[in-house]
């Protein structure tokens, strides 16, 4: 079977993006897998699949599947790619679409400069929305992650931007020990389903550095929920004022939050790369 693709980046999180509007196909964990191998298939961090809309409501269905074959709720970065895809495939006209996802309902808009701006939903910071177990619902809490003989405890914030996150402030991004702890944190067993590990410097009020985890795809360049986790965390934490420019090793986001249900914005580049046919 060939089906045709599109590679797409945002930040350097890169994606395979299928068309399942006109050329209907769900990739299974294994081609999942293939695709996103960088020696032997496309390379990428999630694969993206457009579908048709599941409803009046909506103008497509977006679902993401991570590079190890594991089907996910959310992805701020794809989302952007999403709606550049859509656009550039003649698939709507409309700058601002209403898509549905795993994780709930996102609005994301085309910006006349080309940058993409999404609604990302609101926050949600209680642990059985992660889910994360704890008795307590405070927004930093302390997590013991033991590797072999050493151990350490994380104050972390645990968030839900449709996808779970667990955030934490180090002092140095560029010396934070991300693949070591990294992986870790995303397995600990306190997250059933496991977690994306976000590590946030404090550069000032309004600008932080991010280096993130993600689940089931290893560090990445950038993650877009993850940056909304981070800045809500840090609000709620008090250690930020909206908005706040997020700088990733990929690239800048701008993201934007007014508080208690308001919902996070987004805004940044999506950017196409190529397009090709593949065998599987």
């Given at each position: 079977?060939?089906?045709?693709?599109?590679?797409?980046?945002?930040?350097?999180?890169?994606?395979?993006?299928?068309?399942?509007?006109?050329?209907?196909?769900?990739?299974?964990?294994?081609?999942?897998?293939?695709?996103?191998?960088?020696?032997?298939?496309?390379?990428?961090?999630?694969?993206?699949?457009?579908?048709?809309?599941?409803?009046?409501?909506?103008?497509?269905r977006?679902?993401?599947?991570?590079?190890?074959?594991?089907?996910?709720?959310?992805c701020g970065n794809?989302?952007?790619?999403?709606?550049?895809?859509?656009?550039?495939?003649?698939?709507t006209?409309?700058?601002?679409?209403?898509?549905?996802?795993?994780?709930?309902?996102?609005v994301?808009?085309?910006?006349?400069?080309?940058?993409?701006?999404?609604?990302?939903?609101i926050?949600r910071?209680?642990p059985?929305?992660?889910?994360?177990?704890?008795?307590?619902?405070?927004?930093?809490?302390?997590?013991?992650?033991?590797?072999?003989?050493?151990?350490?405890?994380?104050?972390?914030?645990?968030?839900?931007?449709?996808?779970p996150?667990a955030?934490?402030?180090?002092?140095?991004?560029a010396?934070?020990?991300?693949?070591?702890?990294?992986?870790?944190?995303?397995s600990?067993p306190?997250?059933?389903?496991?977690?994306?590990?976000?590590?946030m410097?404090?550069?000032?009020?309004?600008?932080?550095?991010l280096?993130?985890?993600?689940?089931?795809?290893?560090?990445?360049?950038?993650?877009?929920?993850?940056?909304?986790a981070?800045?809500?965390?840090?609000?709620?934490?008090g250690l930020?004022?909206s908005?706040?420019?997020?700088?990733?090793?990929?690239?800048?986001?701008?993201?934007?939050?007014?508080?208690?249900?308001?919902?996070?914005m987004m805004?940044?580049?999506?950017?196409?790369?190529?397009?090709?046919e593949?065998?599987?």
């Amino acid at each position: 079977m060939k089906v045709r693709f599109t590679k797409m980046h945002g930040l350097g999180n890169d994606f395979v993006v299928f068309d399942a509007v006109r050329q209907p196909f769900v990739p299974s964990p294994g081609q999942a897998r293939f695709i996103a191998d960088r020696h032997f298939g496309i390379g990428c961090d999630q694969i993206l699949v457009v579908e048709p809309a599941g409803g009046p409501d909506v103008d497509f269905r977006y679902r993401i599947f991570n590079a190890d074959g594991g089907e996910v709720e959310q992805c701020g970065n794809g989302a952007r790619c999403f709606v550049r895809f859509v656009h550039e495939q003649g698939l709507t006209h409309k700058r601002e679409i209403r898509v549905e996802t795993r994780g709930g309902l996102i609005v994301p808009r085309l910006e006349i400069n080309g940058e993409v701006t999404v609604d990302m939903g609101i926050p949600r910071f209680a642990p059985t929305d992660i889910p994360f177990s704890s008795s307590s619902e405070a927004i930093v809490q302390p997590l013991l992650v033991e590797n072999g003989r050493e151990r350490q405890t994380f104050d972390i914030s645990v968030v839900s931007m449709g996808n779970p996150h667990a955030v934490l402030v180090v002092d140095d991004v560029a010396t934070a020990h991300v693949e070591r702890w990294g992986p870790l944190i995303e397995s600990h067993p306190r997250f059933p389903r496991r977690v994306n590990a976000g590590f946030m410097q404090v550069v000032d009020r309004r600008d932080i550095r991010l280096r993130v985890f993600e689940r089931g795809a290893g560090e990445t360049l950038a993650c877009g929920t993850g940056a909304c986790a981070a800045v809500a965390a840090g609000i709620r934490r008090g250690l930020l004022d909206s908005p706040v420019r997020v700088s990733t090793r990929g690239g800048d986001l701008s993201i934007a939050w007014g508080g208690p249900d308001t919902p996070v914005m987004m805004t940044g580049p999506a950017v196409t790369v190529f397009e090709g046919e593949i065998e599987l």
